[in-house]
């Protein structure tokens, strides 16, 4: 079975642009979530959703950041503008509505 | 406010030893604990886990402990091999908390030959 899908693996770009990070879930998976991890604060987790809604965002550090979840196999995380401080590994997670969560490779984000 | 707490953030084994990694925790709400194992440049990997209605749970070489009074788990690698050298979370949910994992820092666990 297939994993869970981010891309891009690795995402270069300078302060003030658009970032969007993607997710394709565990196919029956129901819960989808949003990681960011950093040397300062380990994995924190940003935003949740179960079947597609926004369960809870408290994690989201700022109105620069989104994240939606059109359909059962698809999320998107975005950044706009972007900043320095948003360099971090983002990990995106899911679940059949109860733990574990199953993990992708992340997306490694660096903001010049 | 650290709500999981892996506080060594490096362990040191010889192969074929046991490994012991710790976790405490101060949410009495947590009632569900696992661990993950990470290797660098991959996702956090699930490993074992523990409901508090137990205070065991085995998987192979792999043993979780858990102390409800003490708020303390502990994950118990016997034995020790080299490619169990990798980075691991403790994390836990509960009640209240929806589907939410709270995560330790980890620990960088080598297994030196």
């Known amino acids: 079975d297939a994993g869970v899908i981010q891309s891009p693996r690795h995402e270069v770009t300078e302060m003030g642009q658009e970032v969007t990070l993607r997710c394709k879930p565990i196919?029956?998976?129901?819960?989808l979530f949003w990681y960011r991890q950093t040397m300062m604060r380990g994995l924190e987790l940003l935003i949740y959703?179960?079947?597609?809604?926004?369960?809870?965002d408290s994690g989201m550090p700022e109105d620069r950041f989104s994240a939606k979840m059109p359909n059962a196999s698809f999320s998107t995380l975005k950044i706009q503008p972007s900043e320095p401080r948003d360099s971090a590994v983002y990990f995106c997670?899911?679940?059949?509505?109860?733990?574990?969560?199953?993990f992708g490779d992340g997306t490694r984000l660096s903001i010049l | 406010d650290q709500q999981v707490k892996q506080n060594s953030p490096s362990l040191s084994v010889q192969e074929g030893r046991i490994s012991i990694l710790n976790c405490d925790y101060t949410?009495?709400?947590?009632?569900?604990f696992l661990w993950y194992k990470k290797y660098p440049a991959e996702g956090p990997t699930f490993l074992i886990s523990?409901?508090?209605?137990?205070d065991k749970n085995e998987d192979g070489r792999f043993t979780v402990f858990l102390n409800k009074s003490a708020k303390h788990l502990s994950l118990h690698i016997v034995p020790s091999q080299p490619g169990d050298s990798a980075v691991y979370f403790c994390?836990?949910?509960?009640?209240?908390?929806?589907?939410?994992?709270?995560f330790g820092t980890g620990t960088q666990l080598k297994v030196e030959l």
């Open positions: 994390a836990a949910s509960g009640t209240g908390g929806g589907n939410k994992l709270t």
């Open positions: 196919s029956g998976h129901n819960s």
């Open positions: 523990i409901s508090s209605i137990k």
């Open positions: 959703f179960n079947n597609n809604v926004p369960i809870d």
């Open positions: 997670a899911s679940s059949r509505g109860h733990p574990p969560q199953h």
């Open positions: 949410n009495s709400m947590f009632d569900y």
